[in-house]
Nanobody, 125 residues
Framework: VQLQASGGGLVQAGGSLRLSCTGS????????LGWFRQAPGKEREFVSG????????TYADSVKGRFTMSRDNAKNTVILQLDSLKPEDTAVYYC???????????????????WGQGTLVTVSS
């Protein structure tokens, strides 16, 4: 599975961006999908995740109420809508896919087999 992320850019604090990630695999609907980010000098961290059944979305506490994740299996695409952006949201954002399901804290530690190349989000104050 190849993942291609796009949509990053430079935005002022309080602004919005829409990230998208398109997968090459026809069975995209059977993959759990996640968004992660890595800020300069920091470790990569989990942002949001959705299992293939799309029964619910898990978000990191730092982005709850501001970020919204959605997926369109027919288009092999997953979207991350970033609203009310803060300077601390500045990071390279990665989409990832896994063949297993995750629950709770497993989103942060689980193994994702497939990763996109990342897209840079820069939020100015």
């Amino acid at each position: 599975v190849q993942l291609q992320a796009s949509g990053g850019g430079l935005v002022q604090a309080g602004g919005s961006l829409r990230l998208s990630c398109t997968g090459s695999r026809g069975t995209f609907s059977r993959l759990s999908l996640g968004w992660f980010r890595q800020a300069p000098g920091k470790e990569r961290e989990f942002v949001s995740g959705m299992n293939w059944s799309s029964t619910g979305t898990t978000y990191a506490d730092s982005v709850k109420g501001r970020f919204t994740m959605s997926r369109d299996n027919a288009k092999n695409t997953v979207i991350l809508q970033l609203d009310s952006l803060k300077p601390e949201d500045t990071a390279v954002y990665y989409c990832a896919a896994a063949t297993r399901r995750f629950v709770g804290s497993a989103w942060k530690t689980g193994v994702f087999e497939y990763w996109g190349q990342g897209t840079l989000v820069t939020v100015s104050s």
